[in-house]
């Protein structure tokens, strides 16, 4: 771990804590930041107007999108344009992508929107968040439940937001979102990667905080009635990778996500046409489309456990089939009887 | 005593590049090189074998030239002048083929130097970021070039388990990025639009230039057993390569991207080989830890290839590419 990495894990957790008190009383710091409240929409309109103008006239001298962007830009607001020189830069390709496609300036850019559904739409109260190694390689085991990976986004809001080291988790996806246009594209964007232990390995030897879901497209997938029960934790796969690289374990509860959509049935022929692993029935999905797909507004908590030790085990234990299955049922009952008491704590699970 | 190497496919940009670094240096005692056609002049020390690889005599030239060192360039990745499409197969497998027969026959033999390519591994959405050397043939070998690289490797794989005194190494090289390289992938990338696939990102990975090279030459000089691949650290999605290069990209829905591809190449764009439609859509990505381990060399990263590929691009444009440099980037 290099100094350089600590200052760079120091100045973020300085600029997202900026971020935080500056949207702290939420809706009025833009207001506040614009230059005169005299400022009406017709002057508005016209700075846009402008900057289309001098737009054209760029692109027409010669110069490319990008650079014509960036001249352009003068003509706007200080806060637009900001916003149109940084979209400059990123047309360029003037940015950072590590060797996984992990982008952090994106992360950082659609931050706020899963920021918000944390605040407004789930309300989360997030317990324990120093538990999770502010350095080094980490695994965060957790619960899941929910279509869309909507937990792992939510705990690494949680992370990022009140951790005082925070870093941006790296977590596993199901294969099969890798197939899908788009998705792919944004998963590997901020953070994901294809669940694989070769993947997993070598994020925690560089030190990553890595998330997995033991219960795969099982938990994933399991109906409404089922919810808050822990499915089968696979083969522990997850213990071997931690046996093997020494990484410390920290379980995470995650309640509220069983209930974003409520599974009443599953369609194999639907399934069996997207290729998906299955397809949820929700009451709302898929008979309402694309809204149906909008997670119901529960209320969450979320409880990072203290981190458990395997590396007195050493590497070879990673062999051991009994002893991956203790441990691996350690976790569960670790994750299960959390889950439970955090969601006597919850309450109401809607309001 | 120096040693003594032949090259196949020497008039080819391979092998013709390894030969005139080889030449330098005086522990090189004797070069051959064997193609069809001739190599470039300025190669002064390299005996020249005018041979079809195909050839049966091969078996009674090898021995001949008592080489220590075999290193098979003379695997085509794409068709190159001279060797047409439809030759590529028998270049590939039956070429291989009649060189391993030879080498069985020529007892001075210690290394062979195959130049594979890192597309047995296989483009898949469900593969594992960073493939070493072990991973190969987890998935299935689709396309025509792959299932040749897979038959050559199962070949040259069968004869180091024979020969065990034989160290046969399999370099498996990812695409080379550079100005110099005629390929389809330069010429897909030097299209002003360039077709992609709508919705993905593919993580790439590049050898520069001159590294690929650079990584024979020191095969040559330190070979290891068994595979090893060659790529410059780290990757690059495709979007943001086309944006450092300035290209405009144009998205087709991704199952009508290789029809795209075929029509594109009867107007005149770039033809790009079947395997590049699953490349573009989800990218292939190499652990490089036995090269830089093993073998002791360490080529420049995949972002540095691009970097310098880029620079190249734009210094070749006709038009200056910024003209109003400094006015507004510098903020």
Known sequence: MSLDRHDAQRERARRLRLDIERSAPPGRAPEARRPAPSRGDAEAARAALDFLGLLREATRQGSDLPAAVERAAGTLPASARDIARRAARRLRGDYTQDEWGFDEEFAEIVYPVFELMYQRWWRVAAVGVENVPSHGQALLVANHAGVLPWDAAMMSVAILKHHPLPRHPRFMVLDWAFRLPWVSAFMRRIGGVVASPYNAIRLLEQGQLVMVFPEGSKGAGKPYSERYRLQRFGRGGFVELALRTGAPIVPVAVVGSEEIYPKLGESRLLARLTGAPYFPLTPTFPWLGVAGAIPLPSKWRIEFCEPIDLSHYGPDAADDRALIFELSERVRDTIQEAVLQNLVARGSAFL | ?331
């Open chain 2, 1 to 331: 005593m120096g040693r003594r190497v032949l090259i196949t496919g020497v008039s080819g940009f391979w092998g013709t590049e390894l030969a005139r670094r080889l030449e330098r240096d005086p522990e090189f005692e004797y070069i051959a090189g064997l193609d069809v056609r001739p190599p470039p002049a300025d190669l002064s020390r390299t005996e020249f074998i005018r041979a079809d690889i195909r050839n049966p005599l091969l078996s009674k030239l090898l021995p001949q030239t008592e080489v220590d060192t075999v290193v098979h360039c003379d695997v085509l990745l794409v068709p190159e002048p001279g060797k047409a499409p439809s030759q590529l197969h028998d270049i590939n497998v039956i070429g291989s083929l009649q060189l391993l027969a030879a080498c069985e026959k020529t007892e001075t033999v210690r290394t062979i130097v195959v130049r594979g390519s890192a597309a047995i591994y296989g483009a898949e959405p469900n593969a594992p970021e960073f493939f070493t050397e072990d991973m190969a043939r987890r998935f299935p070998l689709r396309t025509r070039f792959q299932r040749d690289i897979g038959e050559l490797e199962n070949y040259f794989e069968n004869f180091a388990r024979r020969f065990p005194q034989v160290t046969v190494m399999m370099l498996r090289y990812q695409p080379t990025l550079g100005t110099a390289i005629d390929s389809p992938l330069t010429r897909y990338m030097r299209q002003s639009v360039v077709p992609t696939q709508l919705g993905y990102d593919p993580l790439l990975q590049f050898v520069h230039a001159e590294d690929a090279v650079s990584a024979l030459e020191a095969s040559v000089r330190r070979p290891a057993r068994g595979p090893v691949n060659v790529a410059g650290e780290g990757s690059v999605s495709l979007s943001r390569l086309l944006r450092l290069a300035g290209r405009i990209p144009l998205p087709v829905p991704a199952q009508l991207f290789g029809a795209a591809l075929g029509a594109g190449a009867r107007i005149g764009l770039a033809r790009l080989p079947p395997e590049a439609v699953m490349w573009l859509r989800n990218g292939l990505t190499v652990d490089t830890g036995r090269l830089i381990d093993e073998v002791g060399f360490r080529p420049r990263s995949t972002a540095d290839a691009v970097d310098d590929f880029v620079a190249e691009l734009r210094g070749r444009r006709a038009l200056p590419d910024r003209p109003v440099e400094g006015v507004g980037a510098s903020a």
